[in-house]
């Protein structure tokens, strides 16, 4: 059933570039059924076979994200529960890609962490008051930016 399945195929040109589709992707850091780095080589090589690796007019188009914490389909000690729908909606109907997409991790009902996904390839760094990155207390989005791995 894979080869009827799985989605593979790299060339997305008739979708994002001939009919300008939009497309997210979501995943995991700590997911074991689907591991990121699978999605992430599908959509380096997407990049690389629809838009001649050009990453920046890739971007206009489809956005990954990857939240850290995160297993499959949500769930894992990490924020795995955001919007999914209203960044397409906003992308698709306003025009206005999604920089990134605020995720919370709650427990008893309260949430506990929050962060910001940042799209592909950038992440999430703390850059809320010096030396307090380890408390939960400053786990909020407003305390983290999204930057590119050097």
């Not at 080589?41 to 920046?56: I, P």
Request: glycine residues 10%.
């Amino acid at each position: 059933m894979k080869s009827i399945l799985n989605a593979t195929d790299p060339d997305l040109t008739r979708f994002l570039v001939k009919h300008k589709g939009k497309l997210l992707l979501w995943d995991g850091w700590c997911d074991v059924t689907a591991v990121p780095q699978g999605t992430i080589e599908y959509y380096d090589n997407v990049v690389k076979t629809t838009f001649a690796g050009n990453a920046g007019e890739a971007q206009k188009r489809i956005r990954l994200f990857i939240a850290p914490g995160m297993g499959h389909c949500g769930r894992g000690p990490g924020p795995n529960e955001w919007d999914r729908l209203t960044p397409m909606i906003d992308w698709v109907e306003n025009g206005k890609a999604p920089e990134f997409v605020v995720a919370t991790h709650s427990t008893n009902g309260k949430v506990d962490n929050e962060r910001p996904l940042c799209p592909y390839p950038k992440h999430a760094v703390y850059s809320g008051p010096q030396g307090e990155g380890n408390s939960p207390a400053n786990w909020v989005a407003a305390n983290f930016t999204c930057r590119s791995t050097p």
